[in-house]
């Protein structure tokens, strides 16, 4: 066994090796930060995009769109990307590589969250450890550090072109054209809208592999409530246990893991909105069923300085690799904020009618200027004043007292007569109201979720006095369902039914590779390597006799061998797909094979 390399290195060769995931553009030399994904590694990447959307678009009844990569710059004006989506960049003055600077401090220190300091904290600290640069080992002490745009610019047209950004995130494209998804929810909360599709972030030091990338694939859920109405059905998941790391413990001396259920942790104010126990839960039972070694998973608060600014509360889903924790998923409460700073810079409603019970009576200051005066006067501003009156009738109604109120418009003052504004308080019956929808954000990253999938499946063990590598991945994501083998090549009988067995499971739905070449040995550790979980051999043994043909399945963790009629293969092997049926239930069913 290679006891000697890390369990990353040992990922990333067999990923190379296999068609798992490889830089990309390496006959140019490469790109940091890109990654191709080879033909077992995009098969992966699709199933568990694929059992992500069941469990949380198909089963909870969410919509999913699938918006541009590529939006206009007054997009991120509004969701402040363009302000505040930062990393914190040194640079070295010898060789002129740059690095984050959190990442340093954290490769080099207890310090878990450097995130949450100041560029000047940076800086102090890295003079405190004597960093040096891991390029050239350049002293990195007196260095600036400075904020760093992580998104990618570019232009959209030709000549005199619209700027535009690649999406750091694919919750912007959902919150963008919420005026018209609304719509398709008949206007009614609480509901949700998923999206799977790629974001792109200019990382300033790319690393382990496809952990941490300039172009990544998100699967994200917005879930759109009325803070006032709506509640999650917490009984699905009270139950449900789960390991758990508050803020309350990462900042005490002797802080530890509070082993709880979601239904406890909630009540007890642990997790302190329902909404985000909710989807934890569910995210931990997804989790297991994929294959994440649960022993190896944790979901950890974050800190106040490492949540965003709209977040009021966050959590992240960690999973252990190397001795790192690294996030995989991040819950997050997003109250009001996206979707009423696009209604504040957008041309359309970002907000849902709520419907009183009963219609009420209630009182409403509202004015009516006179626009004979106002147009005369402000020219071709006075449309801007009239609504400037009119919004500030509705905040401020004892602006209106005095003889004059003033409001301003377009970043100028203007002072109106209280008469030509025609203030009034009116009684009004009305229905019902505007809300703005808050978000609950459920945000999962695909290729981290791939890369923690291979490292907690990848096994090393010995077979008949031979080592062997293999992935020991859930039959529900594996790249490919099942491998079909003639246990010889030369015999027309095992070619044709295994010919036969392979166009049957392909038609019904399996992901199946052919293999006669090499000892049946072979064979198995090849399909082991990539993680396949099952092996149907065609033997002389199952054409023998006037009963029905039978095969072999092998069980790849195992070595376990049973004998199955080739008309029960296809059922019996969905079934363990889906989870309906153990392969001790197979064994139970038909016979076992002693010397397997």
Known sequence: MAEDRTEGERLTELAKRRGYYFGSSDAYGGTSGFYTYG???????????????????????????????????????????????????????ECGESHRADHLIEDHSELEDAETLSPEEAAEMISDLDLVCPNCGADLAGQSVEDFNLMFETNIGPGSSTPGYLRPETAQGIFVEFPRIKEYARNRLPFGVTQVGRAYRNEISPRKSIVRTREFTQAELEQFIDPERDEPDLSTVEDVEVLLYPATEQEADDGDYVETTIGDAVEAGT???????????????????????????????????????????????????????????????????????HGEHADDD?????????????????????????????????????????????????????ENVTVE????EFAVPTDVANFSV??????????????????????RTVYTLLAHAYEEDEVDGEERTYLSLSPGVAPRDVG????????????????????????????????????????????????????????????????????????????????????ALADELDAVRRGDRTFDGLAEEYDELADA
């Open 39 to 93: 033909p077992q590694g995009a098969a992966l990447k699709s199933n568990v995009e694929d059992a992500w959307r069941d469990r949380f678009a198909t089963q909870e009844g969410n919509m999913e769109i699938d918006a541009p990569t590529i939006m206009p710059e007054p997009v991120f004006e509004a969701s402040g990307h363009l302000d505040g989506f930062d990393d914190m960049l040194v640079e070295c003055a």
């Open 271 to 341: 997790i302190g909105n329902a909404w985000l126990g909710y989807f934890l839960g569910i995210a931990q039972e997804w989790y297991e069923r994929i294959g994440v070694d649960m022993d190896r998973f944790r979901f950890r608060q974050h800190l106040a300085g490492e949540r965003a600014h709209y977040s009021s509360d966050c959590w992240d889903a960690e999973s252990e690799v190397d001795g790192d924790w690294i996030e995989i998923a991040g819950f997050s409460y997003r109250s009001d904020y996206d979707l009423s700073k």
């Open 350 to 402: 970002f907000t849902v009618f709520r419907q009183y019970d009963e219609p009420q009576t209630v009182e409403r200051a509202v004015v009516d200027p006179d626009m004979s005066v106002l147009g005369p006067e402000f020219g071709g501003a006075a449309a801007d004043v009239k609504e400037a009156l009119e919004a500030l009738a509705e905040r401020d109604p004892d602006a209106f007292e005095g």
């Open 409 to 412: 418009a377009d970043g100028e």
């Open 426 to 447: 009116e009684e009004q019956t009305i229905s019902g109201e505007h809300v703005t929808p808050h978000v609950v954000e459920p945000s999962f990253g695909v290729d």
């Open 484 to 567: 079909v083998f003639p246990l010889v090549s030369n015999v027309d009988e095992l070619v044709d039914l295994a010919d036969d067995i392979v166009a049957d499971l392909r038609a019904a739905g399996f992901s199946v590779v052919y293999d006669d070449s090499g000892s049946i040995g072979r064979r198995y550790r090849r399909q082991d390597e990539v993680g396949t979980p099952f092996c149907v051999t065609v033997d002389r043994d199952g054409l023998e006799g006037d009963g029905e043909k039978t095969v072999t399945i092998r069980e790849r963790d195992s070595g376990r061998q049973v004998r199955a009629p080739v008309g």
